[in-house]
């Protein structure tokens, strides 16, 4: 299973970048999807997180500005992020977890940067 993060780039505070992540397979059988973040000399955390079921659930640094979603057909997840601030910069990390033989199994996106100027 491989996932390639796209969609990064340098955008003013209070404007808007649509992260993808598209995994090599369908997107179906996993149990969760999620996007981090991580900003240099700080820990990797979790911005958003989309279930099987489609529920989702948002970091409280992102919610009501950034949402997370998901097309099937096309084995992609995204992250629309809006109303950007400088803290959102960082490099963004998609993230997939399947079960297989009753254990979750963890696959990692390479990474996009994204940077917020002000």
């Known amino acids: 299973v491989q996932l390639q993060a796209s969609g990064g780039g340098l955008v003013q505070a209070g404007g808007s970048l649509r992260l993808s992540c598209v995994a090599s397979?369908?997107?179906?059988?996993?149990?969760?999807l999620y996007w981090y973040r991580q900003a240099p000399g700080s820990e990797r955390e979790l911005v958003a997180t989309?279930?099987?079921?489609?529920?989702?659930i948002y970091a409280d640094f992102v919610r009501g500005r950034f949402t997370i979603s998901r097309d099937m057909a096309m084995n992609t997840v995204y992250l629309q992020m809006n109303s950007l601030k400088p803290d959102d910069t960082a490099t963004y990390y998609c993230?997939?977890?399947?079960?297989?033989?009753?254990?979750?199994?963890?696959?990692w996106g390479q990474g996009t940067q994204v940077t917020v100027s002000s």
């Open positions: 993230k997939a977890e399947k079960w297989i033989s009753y254990q979750i199994q963890t696959y």
């Open positions: 397979g369908s997107i179906f059988s996993y149990s969760g």
């Open positions: 989309l279930n099987s079921g489609g529920d989702t």
